[in-house]
Each structure stands twice: as structure tokens, then as C-alpha cells.
């Protein structure tokens, strides 16, 4: 089947800390893979993509690689704000059809 | 500003009340979701539209009642609902059968059943 395993939080960091939150996924073929962020009040917003292995997305400051023999994709961001305190989603959608499947969050925390 | 629109951002009903959620998109996207959402959890996904054509129903209650009248608008009716149904609905939009391609979110609507 198809799922996502996202690491637990919450999470709290000191401003300009390193960010790292894992995620790796059970699909079958090659799905492509989603970070999503929520702020609180706020639909889900997406943050950056990869569509293939060893595709690298980056937004904002954050990066993650697609790893296929890893089967992952975790989100880094090498030196987080106050800004980014939200819930990050990892998400895949499979290589045919039109559902998606996502992690269960982590809640980011930064404090100044 | 999302590319999704949901209507109304707001909602408190009382359990015998009749009441719906309304969804837009202009990016031509060709399939569309509904995703409700309890606090700190990920969405759960409800159903699933693919070109106006219903593809996906999750085992959800008859009390919520989806409809896709053209390829922009979703809607979800909303009938006599338990306070259990007292979330965040989320509409999404995407690229039908592209499966590259992300779904876009709405800022949904905050369901409360009193």
C-alpha cells in the first residue's frame, strides 16, 4: 500500500537552529513527494515538491531530496525564524490516479 | 492569497439545521477534494471528484452530501450532523491524472455543531 511516516513533535527550536524533520514513504512505482506547511487558522499551503529520485525541491529556505533507496524525504532548513513555528505535512501522491496521502505533522516551534 | 476559495469561513449549526460549504477554483483543475480536519491531526480525506464525476467516497456519512456542478465549484451539503462533525473542511484542487502535479488547498471553513 501507499503511506507516509513522518517523525513525531512537537518540535521546539531556538532561533537559528538547524531544522531537520524526517519523513519516509511506502509507495509502489514513483510517487511524487510534498512538504506541505499550516499556519494556524490556514488551509495547507505547499512548501516544495519532487517529482522523481534525487530531485532536490527547495523553497524558502528549506530543501529536501527525494532518496530512493532511502525511500525518504526529509525537510531541512538550515537556520530556522519565528517565522516558520507552523505544522509541516509530508505528502505523496501516487504515480497514477488522483489521491494523496500524508504524514501526520509536525508541529514547529521557534522561539527567539 | 489561495487560489481556492471557501465560503463561509465560519460556520456554527445546530444538529438539525441544513447548511453548505462552498468551494472555488480558476486554475482549470480537474479534480477536486474534500478533506475534514480535527486539530493537530493531518486531513482526512472525504471524496474525491475527478472531471465533475464522483471517484472517491471514504465511508463517509450520508449527513454530508458532496456536489460537483461544473469543473470550478464544489459543494457540500450538510444535514442533520453530530457534534463529533465539528472541524476544519478542507477543499483541495489539482491537476486530474498528472501525477506530478500538488493539490491546492482553500483556507477552509471551521464547522462548529452546537
Known amino acids: 500500500g501507499n503511506s507516509v511516516t513522518q517523525m513525531e513533535g512537537p518540535v521546539t527550536l531556538s532561533e537559528e537552529a538547524f531544522l531537520t524533520i524526517n519523513c519516509t514513504y511506502t509507495?509502489?512505482?514513483?510517487?511524487?513527494l510534498f512538504w506541505y506547511v499550516q499556519y494556524p487558522g490556514e488551509g495547507l499551503q505547499l512548501l516544495l515538491k519532487?517529482?522523481?529520485?534525487?530531485d532536490k525541491g527547495s523553497n524558502k529556505g528549506f530543501e529536501a531530496t527525494y532518496r530512493k533507496e532511502t525511500t525518504s524525504f526529509h525537510l531541512e532548513k538550515g537556520s530556522v525564524q519565528v517565522s516558520d513555528s507552523a505544522v509541516y505535512f509530508c505528502a505523496l501522491r501516487r504515480i497514477t490516479g488522483n489521491q494523496f496521502y500524508f504524514g501526520t505533522g509536525t508541529s514547529l516551534t521557534v522561539i527567539p | 492569497d489561495t487560489e481556492v476559495t471557501q465560503t463561509p469561513k465560519h460556520l456554527v449549526m445546530g444538529m438539525t439545521n441544513k447548511k453548505s460549504l462552498k468551494c472555488e477554483q480558476h486554475?482549470?483543475?480537474?479534480?477536486m477534494y474534500w478533506y475534514k480536519q480535527k486539530a493537530k491531526k493531518p486531513p482526512e480525506l472525504m471524496f474525491v471528484y475527478s472531471y465533475e464525476k464522483l471517484s472517491i467516497n471514504e465511508s463517509v456519512p450520508s449527513r454530508f452530501s458532496p456536489e460537483c456542478p461544473n469543473s470550478s465549484l464544489l459543494n457540500l451539503h450538510l444535514h442533520a450532523l453530530q457534534p463529533e462533525d465539528s472541524a476544519l473542511y478542507l477543499c483541495?484542487?489539482?491537476?486530474?491524472?498528472?501525477?506530478?502535479?500538488?493539490?491546492?488547498f482553500g483556507d477552509g471553513t471551521r464547522l462548529s455543531i452546537l
Open positions: 483541495a484542487s489539482s491537476h486530474g491524472g498528472q501525477s506530478n502535479q500538488p493539490q491546492h
Open positions: 486554475m482549470g483543475h480537474r479534480a
Open positions: 519532487a517529482t522523481k529520485a534525487d
Open positions: 509507495a509502489t512505482g514513483y510517487p511524487s
